[in-house]
């Protein structure tokens, strides 16, 4: 989408900001609004004294989830991800602390989850970018060539001038599978220290929840299901937690009868086949979405016995049959999943918060 698109785009949705303005117990009223950044839709929920005080939070919240894209852009020039990667096989790029605290995280993940969580999968882009006209599904030899671009362990990081050094030459890095979750975990803290005690950032399949509902119930989250947008997999409680889901069902294009998505298996350099999707729960919303990356590419099998390793972590996988197995935290969730109330049509692509 070209900039001015997206600033018509985002000023829709600005004007858009709805107020649905419900009488509360403890005297907050419920604001919704959205506004449209790092690619997808982001929603904020919060509980506040009135729409003045609402609308001062908020700006700030969404002001830090723009510095955020502005950080991390793979697309913008001077972003220190695109020096990195214009550096790459010539020398170390030394960078701000952000920038190199999340490079350092993505490569723990990379780590845990025995490499189906890797940034420079990005080395690929090119190949796989469907969205071009005349897009045909590359062959064998033009993957494996790719794949030669692929492998976070050619990140060298250096603590003692936050340098990152791309060693092969034609390797890129994104962080396309992390930004949003850590830029609605700081979205939650520019909230909070704005006086916001309750509320919900959620930013495409990345969704984090704060203090407790008008009632003094816990918010809660329906899971789509993935091949049917109408109803839910799962409702799940988050209360000061986070949901993040991946899926094959929201950026994709459907090519020789292959589905096409933007997921890819730094092991074999194709778009990852064993998940529909794959949901996670966890404390912040930037370890949500990694994990749900990681365990989408994993398969239902290696990726639940991950998110059963890791303390506080549940999730729920959609296989590539449409079966749904929850984590042992979650026991029960996916058998009581198609019995849940549909989604109303005008809710979010991958979580449903409303109504609930
Ligand atoms: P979404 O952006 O739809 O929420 P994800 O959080 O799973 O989905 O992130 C997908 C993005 O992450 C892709 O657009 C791509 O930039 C990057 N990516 C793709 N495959 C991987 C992978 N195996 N590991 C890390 N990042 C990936
Ligand atoms: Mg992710």
Request: hydrophobic letters at 40%; glycine letters at 10%; aromatic letters at 6%.
């Amino acid at each position: 989408m070209c900039e001015k698109d997206r600033l018509k785009k985002s000023t829709l949705f600005t004007l858009l900001a709805i107020s649905l303005s419900l009488v509360s117990v403890a005297g907050a009223e419920r604001f919704a609004f959205e506004r449209y950044l790092m690619g997808t839709t982001v929603e904020l929920i919060v509980l506040a004294p009135d729409r003045s005080a609402a609308e001062k939070a908020v700006e700030r919240a969404y002001g830090e989830i723009e510095r955020i894209e502005r950080l991390l852009s793979v697309r913008r020039a001077d972003s220190a991800i695109s020096e990195i990667n214009r550096s790459a096989g010539k020398r170390p790029v030394r960078v701000d602390e952000e920038t190199y605290r999340l490079i350092q995280e993505s490569l723990r993940f990379s780590k845990m989850s025995r490499g189906a969580f890797d940034i420079t999968v990005q080395g690929m882009a090119e190949i796989w970018d469907f969205r071009r006209d005349g897009f045909r599904v590359p062959g064998p030899d033009r993957v494996l060539k790719g794949l030669e671009r692929v492998g976070w362990s050619k990140i060298r990081l250096d603590e003692s001038d936050s340098s990152v050094f791309l060693e092969k030459e034609g390797m890129r890095i994104s962080l396309g599978a992390i930004a949003k979750g850590y830029a609605a975990d700081r979205a939650v803290g520019i909230l909070r220290s704005s006086g916001i005690e309750s509320g919900i950032v959620s930013a495409g399949g990345d969704l984090i929840a704060f203090g407790r509902k008008e009632n003094g119930k816990v918010w809660k989250v329906g899971v789509r299901n993935p091949r049917d947008h109408k109803k839910n997999i799962c409702v799940l409680p988050a209360s000061d937690r986070a949901v993040a889901t991946s899926g094959d069902y929201e950026r994709y294009r459907m090519v020789e009868g292959e589905r096409v998505h933007h997921i890819t298996d730094p092991r074999t350099g194709y778009p990852s086949k064993g998940c529909m999707s794959a949901t996670v729960s966890a404390v912040s919303a930037m370890e949500a979405d990694a994990l749900a990356t990681a365990v989408f590419v994993l398969g239902p099998e290696a990726g639940l016995a991950l998110l059963e390793k890791l303390p506080d972590v549940e999730g729920i996988v959609v296989d590539a049959q449409g079966k749904i197995t929850p984590s042992t935290g979650l026991a029960g969730t996916g058998e009581r999943a198609s019995k849940e109330k549909p989604n109303r049509p005008d809710s979010h692509p991958k979580h449903n918060t409303k109504g609930y």
